[in-house]
């Protein structure tokens, strides 16, 4: 089944700042790519996702970028906010979804 | 419109019992999948079903097992429970399968812990 590597495991920075996660997969023919939000103690929410067939996609604060070619792709969040705050998931789907190890963001106020 | 729902909150069981969890999709969707979640490992994908047939299946033993109803809503038991077994269960559901790229939408989970 498809592989998703995720970097960093944590990531803290101060208020204000951007935050960027990057996510690798393995199965060239992955063709979803969502992004997931959990709060401590809650569900994963969806935030963003992008299809294979865009480059990149922006919702606010929050882009997405994919590299096909490289098989990556990438959460950009401006401007952060402490209720930010919380681990990022993100995914590749081809069959199923599979979902990376997750990152703890903490944006400090 | 109602969200995915799971139940029971939270279970506690000891080695060697079975456990069964229950996930009622939001009204509509056809596809369900479970995944275990623990510290550090993220959302392992254990199965999914859609239209009472699993589709795809992670690799988890034998000892955990799934079904769909016709109604969509499904259940997953896991057998002869081990320590390691203690997580955080999540349903989602979708409108479609896997293949089709619908969002999930995760329910509140269930926690089991084993002892």
């Known amino acids: 089944g498809e592989n998703v590597e995720q970097h960093p495991s944590t990531l803290s920075v101060q208020e204000g700042d951007s935050a960027v996660i990057k996510c690798t997969y393995s199965?060239?023919?992955?063709?979803?790519f969502p992004w997931y939000k959990q709060e401590l103690g809650k569900r994963p929410q969806l935030i963003i996702d992008?299809?294979?067939?865009?480059g990149e996609k922006k919702d606010q604060r929050i882009a997405v970028t994919l590299n096909k070619t490289a098989k990556h792709f990438s959460l950009h969040i401006t401007e952060t906010q402490p209720e930010d705050s919380a681990v990022y998931f993100c995914?590749?789907?081809?069959?199923?979804?599979?979902f990376g190890a997750g990152t703890r963001l903490t944006v400090k106020p | 419109k109602a969200g995915v729902t799971q139940t029971p909150r939270y279970l506690i069981k000891t080695r060697g019992q079975q456990v069964t969890l229950s996930c009622s999709p939001i009204?509509?969707?056809?596809?369900v999948s479970w995944y275990q979640q623990t510290p550090g490992q993220g959302l392992q994908f254990l199965f999914e079903y859609f239209s009472e047939t699993q589709r795809n299946k992670g690799n988890f033993p034998g000892r955990f097992s799934g079904r769909q109803f016709s109604n969509s809503r499904s259940e997953m038991n896991v057998s002869t429970l081990e320590l390691g077994d203690s997580a955080l269960y999540l349903c989602?559901?979708?409108?479609?399968?896997?293949?089709?790229?619908?969002?999930?939408?995760f329910g509140n989970g269930t926690r089991l812990t084993v002892t």
């Open positions: 009204s509509g969707h056809r596809s």
């Open positions: 992008i299809r294979s067939n865009v």
């Open positions: 995914a590749a789907s081809i069959n199923d979804m599979r």
């Open positions: 989602a559901s979708s409108i479609s399968t896997g293949r089709d790229n619908s969002p999930l939408h």
């Open positions: 199965d060239s023919a992955s063709n979803y």
